[in-house]
């Protein structure tokens, strides 16, 4: 989760919380497009993906819109990664993300808090 | 790979190519024929009865069945693949726990990990641009390569981290980030996933026509739709 410190670097002042929420204004240039795209590519949503494509190289150029789709699909993979092995977050990720991960809860996330949520339901199915 | 008319970067394509072929090779716990076959059984959990159930479910481990495999790699390991493919938000560590009890090996563990993300972040970027995915490539005759050496750590993960605390040559950062550590403890691992993940970010010299609070922007929705601690 790096936003914030993108926002202190070019002085500017972006919504954390339509990160997590998955709406509103982010302060982010073109995040509404930016949003929906990503969205329609990580989440598997074929059907949509056309349309978002076309409406992104619309308003972003067509090198942009295949841009948000390369950033898109790294952090689809990076973030399996960090799902699979349950890593914690070193001490630079905590310091820089600590006030942003209070506003947009994302603390919830915990892989130990997540494994205990999870793991209480049910037996694991083979 | 990517006969498109939109402009996908040539280095993208290039790393790629060579991450395919990375796969198609022995790697030190698989052969290169289970390596595809990791890849193949990724792709098969993508319409897989088990793992729609299980999305559906307020817990995965709420449902049981078998999944629609693909392969002949060990139920366990299948399980494994297909929840890393499906439902990364909640992989546990039950889960992890239970493939090693199985007999599968944290490094034959970490080893399918690589394979499947790196599959993950090519088939997204195929579908994300309306191209059909890659064939599975050819796999390599041969055994396993073997063990690697790996200096790991014990530092609160489910597995061990790579032990450093110098200079990164993935992000640029003055020490390792865990992300770059996670899979320390097989290096070919690592070296195959940032080999393909390395074209697509990096907090500096990254080509890309988009501002870093987009790519950033970007990178947070995807960690949150993920539920991606890190």
């Known amino acids: 989760m790096l936003l914030r410190a993108s926002g202190e670097r070019d002085e500017q002042t972006y919504d954390l919380s339509a990160v997590t929420d998955g709406h509103g204004d982010s302060g982010v240039p073109h995040s509404d497009t930016i949003r929906a795209l990503t969205e329609a590519a990580v989440a598997n949503r074929w059907d949509e993906l056309a349309t978002a494509r076309d409406a992104a190289s619309a308003v972003m150029g067509e090198q942009a819109m295949v841009d948000v789709l390369t950033v898109a699909a790294g952090f689809n993979g990076i973030t399996r990664v960090a799902d699979a092995t349950g890593i914690p977050l070193d001490d630079r990720a905590q310091a820089a993300t600590e006030e942003m991960r209070a506003v947009v809860g994302i603390d919830r996330f915990d892989y130990a808090e997540k494994s205990a949520r999870y793991d209480a339901v049910g037996a694991s199915a083979s | ?230």
């Open chain 2, 1 to 230: 790979m990517y006969d498109t008319p939109y402009p996908v970067r040539p280095d993208l394509k290039e790393k790629h190519a060579a991450a395919w072929r990375m796969i198609a090779s022995p790697g030190p716990y698989f052969t290169a024929a289970e390596r595809v076959q990791i890849v193949e059984e990724a792709r098969a959990a993508l319409s897989c009865d088990l793992c729609r159930r299980r999305r559906d479910a307020l817990s995965p481990n709420a449902v049981t069945g078998t999944h629609d495999a693909a392969s002949d790699l060990p139920p366990v390991l299948v399980d494994a693949i297909h929840r890393i493919r499906t439902d990364p938000a909640r992989l546990t560590k039950s889960v992890f726990e239970g493939v090693v009890a199985s007999g599968i090996t944290a490094e034959q563990y970490i080893e399918a990990v690589s394979v499947v993300c790196t599959s993950v972040i090519v088939d997204t970027f195929h579908n994300a641009l309306g191209l059909p995915v890659p064939q599975t490539p050819d796999p390599e005759p041969g055994p396993a390569t073997g063990p690697e050496a790996a200096r790991v750590v014990d530092a609160g993960a489910w597995v061990p981290l790579t032990d450093v605390e110098v200079e990164d040559g993935i992000f640029g950062l003055p020490q390792q980030p865990n992300i770059a550590r996670a899979m320390g403890l097989v290096p070919s691992a690592v070296a195959l996933f940032f080999l393909a993940f390395r074209a697509h970010y990096a907090l500096r010299d990254v080509p890309l026509s988009i501002s870093q609070a987009q790519a950033e922007f970007i990178a947070s929705r995807v960690s949150a739709i993920n539920e991606c601690f890190y």
